[in-house]
């Protein structure tokens, strides 16, 4: 197993003695049912008070999602979770730069913990967070969200267009709700498309 191999010997050492060949393997995961395939993934959920409908259930669902898609990385694969309402909360603590994690049991065990202590509040601001993970240059995003509103303009998810062909990021989307996209919602499934991602 070449993935456990080099995580276990070391991403260089590991990797090169059991074949000279240094490219950290791909490793495929998925947040309901929508499949990614990198070395460097980023979660971007929101946490706004949304969330809270139902019975808490949409962000109990989305906790879920994301801590089993966390559990299927190596240790040669790397990682970074934000949260968001009004601002985003990336794991690692707020006012902090993000930084990127590797998939090592350490780094995963802190990240449920920081999963399962976010609660739901507050209002929602898409642009911030899905701006500073893309300033990691993941090769998959997943956003989640439950708000159309308030809709990026035209202009912000051609910027995150950009930004995200300059990394080679494809941004996979998930929308909760209770029924089809009633026009407004557009503007995810804009964003996913536009990086060969599904919404």
């Known amino acids: 197993d070449v993935l456990n191999a080099g995580g276990t010997l ?3 050492d590991g990797i090169g003695q059991l074949g000279g060949q240094t490219e950290t393997p791909k490793v495929k995961t998925q947040v ?3 499949e990614g395939e990198g070395n460097r ?3 971007v959920f929101d946490r706004s008070d949304s969330m809270n409908g139902f019975g808490g259930r949409p962000l109990a669902m989305a906790k879920a999602e994301l801590l089993k898609s966390l559990d299927s990385l190596g240790t040669a694969h790397e990682f970074q979770i934000i949260f968001y309402n009004d601002s985003p909360l990336p794991f690692g603590g ?3 730069a993000p930084r990127i994690f590797r998939g090592d049991e350490v780094s995963k065990t802190a ?5 399962r202590d976010v609660s739901a509040i507050g209002g ?3 642009i911030d967070a899905l701006r500073m993970a893309l300033s990691m240059r993941p090769d998959v995003l997943f956003f989640l969200t439950d708000a159309d509103f308030p809709s990026p303009s035209t202009r912000d998810l051609e ?3 950009d930004r995200a062909a300059r990394s080679g990021t494809t941004i996979h989307c998930v929308q909760f709700g209770s029924g089809p996209n009633q ?4 503007w995810i499934e804009f964003l996913a498309s536009g990086t060969q991602g599904k919404e």
């Open 32 to 34: 309901f049912g929508i």
């Open 159 to 161: 910027n995150l267009h």
């Open 41 to 43: 993934f980023l979660y």
């Open 183 to 186: 026009g407004s919602g557009k």
């Open 94 to 96: 707020a006012g902090t």
């Open 124 to 126: 929602t601001q898409h």
């Open 111 to 115: 990240a449920q913990g920081f999963v």
């Open 10 to 12: 070391g991403l260089g």
